[in-house]
């Protein structure tokens, strides 16, 4: 019986699997976050330095006319470098504004303003310049409208309004009484504590600044207090407001000076020696 062949295991080669190796990525795969833009980086600067941008420009004063032509022609303006005036006119087929650099026929343009209001194209550059900068209605008749300068205005205003409001909280009751009479007179005596605080915060929100100057003004004290004495008789003030005399004897205290407020120069007598003898006895009387 024939012997049966043992068969023959083969033993493959083991196989070393790569080891993965961690690479560092190609340039182009490297994710960038972009920066984000900033309100100034679409901004043109031409050449010559003249932002290329569309710009407003409008009426000064209230009156907002349908329609208002300003002078395009025969308007000068005087070039320091050059030592001359130069003439210019706003014509739509020349590239400058000067009369001496232009070149060909001149098709002079009307600049008029709508409702108060004129919106200049950027591409319009040679008639911004000619508003903008040579033009000598510029800043009287009509001015240029610059946002970011209207909102450096309004941030400086609430910023005051911010600062009176706070001041007109804080304020004593004399205080605030004389404050608030230079502005409405004679109704504070009439007007509660509450009422006092009240207009006092209004009178801050509505003008700020004149509050504040009220505020900081070393003679506002005096003069209300000259005004109170007034008021009850203690010293009177003759019908022509020039002079300041007692109530109980017409004796001549002061004269008032030529064009100056009555209770303001009282307010700077009453630091006079003299004025200071009369202060006093005018305030045992107050109290």
């Known amino acids: 019986m024939a012997k049966k062949k043992k068969e023959e295991v083969v033993e493959e080669p ?12 190609a340039p182009e795969d490297i994710y960038v976050e972009p920066k984000p833009k900033r309100a100034g980086d679409n901004t043109k600067i031409l050449n010559d330095g003249w932002e290329f941008k569309n ?3 409008r009426l000064k004063g209230k009156k907002k006319p349908l329609s ?15 030592g001359y005036e130069r003439e210019l006119k706003y014509c739509s087929n020349q590239r400058t504004c000067f009369v001496d650099e232009m070149k060909g026929d001149q098709r002079l343009e009307h600049i008029t303003f709508r409702n108060g209001m004129l919106m200049v194209e950027k591409e319009k550059t040679v ?6 900068l040579y033009h000598p209605d510029s800043g009287i008749v009509f001015y240029e409208e610059k946002p970011v300068k209207r909102a450096e205005n309004e941030i400086a205003w609430l910023e005051m309004e911010v600062t009176a409001l706070n001041s007109a909280m804080d304020l004593d009751v004399d205080m605030a009484e004389a404050v608030l009479r230079a502005e409405i007179g004679s ?3 009439q007007m509660s504590s509450k009422e006092l605080r009240r207009d006092l915060i209004l009178f801050a929100k509505r003008n700020p600044k004149l509050f504040l100057e009220l505020v900081t003004d070393e003679n506002v004290m005096l003069r209300n207090f000259g005004i109170k004495a007034t008021e009850l008789g203690i010293i009177k003030l003759s019908s022509d407001q ?3 005399f007692w109530g109980s004897n ?14 303001s120069a009282l307010a700077s007598w ?4 003299e004025g200071m003898e009369v202060y006093s006895n005018i305030e045992k009387r107050l109290n």
């Open 242 to 244: 020039r002079t300041f």
């Open 270 to 273: 009453f630091k006079t020696d």
């Open 14 to 25: 083991l196989v070393q699997e790569p080891i993965a190796v961690e690479q560092e990525p």
């Open 68 to 82: 208002r032509t300003i002078r395009s022609a025969n308007v000068h303006w005087f070039d320091e470098e050059k």
């Open 250 to 263: 017409k004796r001549k205290l002061m004269t008032v000076p030529f064009d100056e407020h009555p209770y």
């Open 55 to 57: 710009r407003i420009y």
């Open 127 to 132: 008639l911004q310049k000619f508003l903008s």
């Open 187 to 189: 109704k504070v005596s």
